[in-house]
Nanobody, 123 residues
């Protein structure tokens, strides 16, 4: 099991940038699939971006071209760089890891989750 801790959320204006971090302990993130999900009030948790063990990246249509997922194996940390933020990006963001190497956009396929970090984008 891996313990995940997110950081980097906050309140920003539309058009701004934020970088979320997710530090892992207990197991390496390298060699496994990881992902970022988000959940807005009254909505279901949705995929934001993911990465498989080959570091191939995947993005939701709503975040493609604005968000970038990355992983730094030496620090056992993953990141989500978010640029040109929009009010509709407001949500609690969660990092997740699964004990498989292949990516999935289904939250139920991920065993380990961080506690979440709030991102609020004002217009």
């Amino acid at each position: 099991q891996v313990h995940l801790v997110e950081s980097g959320g906050g309140l920003v204006q539309a058009g701004s940038s934020l970088r979320l971090s997710c530090a892992a302990s207990g197991r390496t993130l390298s060699g496994y699939a990881v992902a970022w999900f988000r959940q807005a009030p009254g909505k279901e948790r949705e995929i934001v971006s993911g990465m498989d063990w080959h570091s191939r990246t995947y993005y939701a249509d709503s975040t493609k071209g604005r968000f970038t997922i990355s992983r730094e194996n030496s620090k056992n940390t993953m990141y989500l760089q978010m640029n040109n933020l929009k009010p509709e990006d407001t949500a609690v963001y969660y990092c997740a890891s699964r004990v498989r190497s292949t990516y999935s956009n289904d939250s139920e396929d991920y065993e380990d989750w961080g506690q979440g970090t709030q991102v609020t984008v004002s217009s």
